[in-house]
């Protein structure tokens, strides 16, 4: 009987996959400023001197780093590559869509410089994402009903 919930469960699993889960770090908490059913929105600051721990990111995750260290480190496996910043870029806002990382690439950041780095994550849960008939763009982007063309 319990082998039979099992494969019922991993058959659940299959049809319906998980949500992404919130960006979580061993040694840093973050600030969820807006959660819904759609995405998970993160705050983080990562002081100076301060490391992440080993963790992993999840899919669909878009970064926008709203101030930067001097110097930040980052660690997969035995690679470290540090990243150094002056002048202009100190005041920048950074973005990119960051790649998914799994725990066991053994990755993590530190702020190895003399400022705050505080970045927001924004991660779009699996449910919200789909490539099946992507909305239709006019010349003006506004988006149309699926189907419909101006």
């Known amino acids: 009987m319990h082998q039979y919930f099992k494969s019922i469960l991993v058959l659940i699993f299959m049809e319906f996959p998980m949500a992404n889960a919130e960006q979580t770090y061993p040694n840093i908490e973050g600030q969820t400023l807006l959660e ?6 993160q705050k983080f600051v990562l002081e100076p001197g301060q490391w992440e721990g080993v963790h992993s990111h999840p899919e669909h995750q878009l970064v926008i780093v709203l101030q930067t260290s001097d110097e930040v480190s980052t660690r997969y496996g ?4 540090v990243i150094t910043n002056e002048g202009d870029n100190l005041d920048r806002v950074f973005t990119w869509w960051r790649p998914p990382v799994d725990i066991s690439e053994d990755h993590e950041s530190g702020n190895t410089g003399t400022r705050n780095l505080e970045w927001i994550a924004i991660t779009f849960k699996s449910d919200s994402i789909t490539t099946d008939n992507p909305p239709t763009l006019t ?3 506004n988006v149309l009903p699926q189907g419909e063309t101006e």
């Open 36 to 41: 819904d059913d759609r995405v998970i929105v």
């Open 78 to 81: 035995d690679n470290v590559r």
């Open 139 to 141: 010349r003006n982007q």
